[in-house]
């Protein structure tokens, strides 16, 4: 399993990886430069390294995660989330136009969830191929 893993890491990094964390990394960035919104960047690091290598690997909320995370969350939204949602969506069209590229479309689908509420997870080794949630 870790082989291919490796394998659909190695095709997602060239095919779709290194955009789609690019812009998680851009977004991390002007989180920095605005200093109240550091916890945004941090969060946004974290998934730009999930989005970067995702397969073999998942994300869980983590218990401690309350109201303050929620809080977040729709900050979030309101102002990197739904670009970055839009992102995957826009990456997942010509990735379902291959046959190569359908599961790639898929796992970019099952990011969207992540790219919208990255506050308050995880991201954690998991035994299943692509277990994005």
Same mark, same amino acid.
């Given at each position: 399993?870790?082989?291919?893993? #490796?394998? #659909?890491?190695?095709?997602?990094?060239?095919?779709?990886?290194? =955009?789609?964390?690019?812009?998680?990394?851009?977004?991390?960035?002007?989180?920095?430069?605005?200093?109240?919104? @550091?916890?945004?960047?941090? $969060?946004?690091?974290?998934?730009?390294?999930?989005?970067? =290598?995702?397969?073999? !690997?998942?994300?869980?909320?983590?218990? &401690?995660?309350?109201?303050?995370?929620?809080?977040?969350?729709?900050? =979030?939204? @309101?102002?990197?989330?739904?670009? /970055? $949602? #839009?992102?995957?969506?826009?990456?997942? +069209?010509? #990735?379902?136009?291959?046959? @190569?590229?359908?599961?790639?479309? =898929?796992?970019? /689908?099952?990011?969207?969830? +992540?790219?919208?509420?990255?506050?308050? !997870?995880?991201?954690?080794?998991? &035994?299943?191929?692509? $277990?994005? !949630?």
């Amino acid at each position: 399993m870790k082989l291919i893993n #490796l394998l #659909l890491n190695i095709l997602w990094l060239f095919l779709c990886g290194i =955009w789609m964390a690019l812009g998680y990394l851009i977004a991390a960035l002007i989180c920095f430069i605005l200093i109240v919104t @550091i916890p945004f960047g941090v $969060a946004s690091l974290r998934i730009a390294g999930f989005v970067l =290598w995702p397969f073999g !690997r998942t994300t869980v909320e983590r218990p &401690d995660a309350g109201a303050p995370s929620f809080i977040g969350n729709v900050i =979030w939204v @309101i102002l990197a989330g739904w670009w /970055l $949602a #839009l992102g995957h969506l826009i990456t997942s +069209i010509p #990735l379902f136009l291959s046959i @190569i590229g359908i599961p790639f479309g =898929w796992a970019n /689908l099952k990011l969207i969830p +992540i790219s919208l509420m990255p506050l308050g !997870r995880e991201v954690v080794q998991s &035994d299943q191929g692509f $277990a994005g !949630r």
